[in-house]
């Protein structure tokens, strides 16, 4: 193994100062030989130089006096461990010694203590460990059950790793449902390009057309999808409300349950048309405006005497995308909560297959601050539907406006760049194991390069998120081309 280095000073036992003699980068991993338990991996969390130039000599200094300076490359490494006989992962009891040599850590020793298996029967292929090629494979059947959260800036790709981990699921015929309020994953339906990255990483292109069906609410603006409907009769008026945009409860709930009695009385399946026409002849603003939103709430043919099948919606080993590009946020909300406690109701009595809910843009379906319509239901899937193999996925560039509630259950989580220092102290509070050198990594990490933890990792990875098998449909739209 290369030396790259020796410790000096206080030496701990969870941590040790050393200086180098070769260079690394913050975030490598180092071996230490410990006489008791043979090679044990460290992990290199934080690099600086330090030097005898003072500021008086500073600005004294010429053109050509950068050799007289004394400097050292110092690092502050954290020790990960080493597997035991029964394949636990074991700290030393005794620190090492100060002068001890370090060197750079070789792949097989890497793979034992942090667990990289290739090909796992339970493995979601999501990348390779940064800078090394060795495959990160999240156990899905971990992502099920204790829940994920994919965190990123905007731009950061958090739409391209949740692509990359949806193929996963696919090729593992997981059952998922994905909350889509920008249209963006029917391209999982078809093949990416080839590039260069593809080969180094091991990965073909592949197209999902068969196992991926699309709902829509608007299916004038996404043709592509079939409509998704809502039961009429099965509605609560204060739900029909939030249909029809109209938020002043106290002044529209009576006239309209008046107006839901007048139907039913007349006939037992009526529909938006019938109440439109019974509207019509009402006196006063407030039937005025019941009659226009009750018109619109027509044209969207959102609610109808039969809503869509769940059956149709949930279908074992496939994903169901919920576009609802076009479709107003209150709508939304109420949409999403629908579709939750329909999902977590019949999974509880196993009338649906265990099963993979994705939400993105989640901060505006369970936020930290104000309410939502459907916070309540994703706040009881996160506490317990791992219960009832009901996993949830929430996706956000706002880590800070998630409810902590639900943020917290997620014990996986996928972080790509994010900068902003509210999101930051919401990523660290809600992350066991996360050094200050980690939370200093993640404002500078290239676009592609996640952390990973949980996923059956005892601690967090840095990866390099491998290349989609199918297209990526969330680029940014270009407002000038050249």
Do not use: W
């Amino acid at each position: 193994m290369e030396e790259i280095g020796r410790i000096f000073g206080d030496v701990g036992l969870g941590q040790f100062h050393l200086i180098l003699t070769q260079p690394v980068e913050r975030g490598d991993y180092l071996a230490v030989a410990d006489e008791q338990h043979g090679q044990v991996l460290c992990q290199l969390d934080d690099l600086h130089r330090k030097s005898d130039l003072d500021v008086e000599r500073a600005a004294s200094l010429g053109a050509d006096d950068g050799g007289a300076i004394h400097q050292n490359l110092l690092g502050l490494a954290r020790i990960l461990g080493y597997r035991d006989d029964a394949g636990i992962v074991k700290c030393p009891t005794i620190p090492f010694r100060p002068g001890a040599r370090v060197f750079r850590a070789e792949e097989p020793l890497i793979a034992e203590v942090l667990g990289l298996r290739h090909h796992a029967a339970t493995g979601a292929y999501v990348g390779l460990l940064r800078n090394h090629q060795l495959r990160v494979e999240l156990d899905i059947n971990q992502l099920v059950q204790r829940h994920v959260s994919v965190l990123a800036k905007t731009g950061g790709g958090k739409s391209y790793l949740l692509g990359v981990l949806i193929e996963e699921l696919l090729r593992h015929k997981v059952t998922c449902v994905i909350v889509d309020p920008h249209g963006e994953y029917g391209s999982l339906r078809f093949a990416a390009e080839k590039n260069g990255g593809h080969a180094r990483f091991g990965v073909e292109s592949q197209g999902f057309a068969r196992q991926v069906q699309e709902y829509s609410p608007d299916v004038q603006l996404n043709a592509n999808a079939k409509p998704l409907t809502f039961s009429l009769r099965s509605t609560d008026p204060r739900d029909l409300l939030v249909f029809l945009g109209l938020t002043n409860v106290k002044t529209f709930l009576g006239p309209l349950k008046q107006l839901l009695d007048r139907a039913a009385a007349t006939n037992a399946e009526f529909s938006v048309a019938d109440l439109v026409r019974l509207a019509e002849g009402g006196e006063g603003a407030v039937a005025e405006t019941l009659h226009e939103r009750l018109e619109y709430l027509e044209q969207t043919k959102l609610l109808g005497p039969v809503g869509t099948s769940l059956h149709d919606l949930v279908k074992k080993g496939e994903a169901t995308l919920l576009n609802l590009r076009g479709v107003a946020p209150d709508v939304q909300e109420l949409v999403v909560a629908r579709i939750a406690s329909t999902l977590f109701e019949n999974r509880k009595k196993d009338k649906i297959p265990p099963l993979f809910l994705v939400i993105e843009e989640a901060h505006n379906f369970a936020p930290q601050q104000g309410t939502a319509t459907s916070s309540r239901i994703l706040k009881n899937i996160a506490s317990e539907g791992r219960k009832f193999g009901l996993g949830l996925c929430v996706v956000t560039q706002r880590a800070a406006r998630i409810d902590k509630s639900v943020l917290s259950q997620c014990t996986t989580q996928l972080i790509l760049q994010v900068t902003n220092p509210l999101d930051l102290k919401a990523i660290a509070q809600s992350i066991e194991g996360l050094t200050d050198g980690m939370t200093e990594m993640i404002q500078s990490l290239p676009v592609g390069t996640a952390l990973v933890t949980g996923g059956g990792y005892h601690t967090p990875l840095f990866c390099e998120v491998r290349p989609r098998a199918t297209r990526h449909g969330g680029e940014s739209v270009p407002i000038i081309v050249a």
